[in-house]
């Protein structure tokens, strides 16, 4: 029996854009196991598997459940170990959660500003009420402002990248020679981005572009099956 | 006959605050190899072995000549395989560069606008006017400019560290259970600072300062072998 995987969709179910779980998705082809996707809105998540996880990405593999994309990728790490590694030993294993870091306080908040307003008309009614509730509150402004703002956040957002560039001046992945998991954490940001903005937040010369467009080459062009917004 | 490691100092030969020859230190405390430890004034490093580099660290290992924190690190682990491993395998090398990258173009910049008076101060005097000249020139404004703005600078520093907050929310040490190359990559950064700057840029509640603390113990206590400026 294949894995399940539940994921965030917008109104068009096709169209999902969650970061953490694109992480999984990846991480899954990865390591080339089977699963089926399975989209849900964001007010349907707390309903799943009995209430299990508050959030998404979920996965069910067989009677386990797992949640959170860095848990899922350490469950899949220890349960499929004759698979590709999605670590390359446990010093890449530690410092993912560094780059882990980087993304989450640095590159989420920022993408944050830049796509909520586009990511809200993404959603399905009911979702649409729950999301600007959520998020105008987190956010301490309403989403036209975050709107009115996205451009002047957009054009900001690429001086935040130099810790990537410098990684790739010296090998082709973040993760050496090859892809590993903490590609996919990036990836999983920027896809977020380029699923939702209406802005482009990466320069056609920017070497992060160069290894984004690669990463949605890898695993059959999997990336590629949600068309960008901008 | 014991490697020789040349090393940066100020007037006073035992003041030594490189963050590169700091992590050079510890790489090699890590593998438990011995060195011989030569300070040397900034003017005087283009002379050493027949000018082999013009910067410092400089590893002198028999008839082996290596230069950068990160390339002394590679050949160490490669040279030195039963001493315990600096990176904790291929995806570790790897993921340092990442962290390099975060070390170098986030926490440098600001480390160097809030310290270069201070370490102006430190230096002989031929020293003095290579330093002002050449950092005045590349951080375009005057030394005494950049000392006025050390405070402002200094309260805004704390909030670079998020990922380093992050990745300590999960492992003790960035490296994971133990420290790595990784942890010296920012030790080196953050001793650069203790050694040199008039502020005192770490919260004594910050987790980043616990980790720090932690770091300057590591090896015999390596690390508090040189006083503390603030």
Known sequence: MPMILYGLCGEDPSVHFSPHVWKAIMALRHKGLDYEFHPVPFTEIPKLEGGFSPTVPLLRDGDTLVRDSFDIALYLEKSYPEAPSLFG??????MARFVEGFSQTVIHPAITRIAVADIHNLLAPTDRVYFRKTREARLSQTLEELASN??????????KLEPIRHTLKFQPWLGGDGPLFVDYILFGAFQWARVTASVDILKADDPVRTWFERCLDLHGGIGRSVRAAA
């Open 89 to 94: 030993g446990e010093g890449g294993q530690a």
């Open 150 to 159: 996205r451009f002047t956040e957009a054009a900001e957002f690429p001086r």
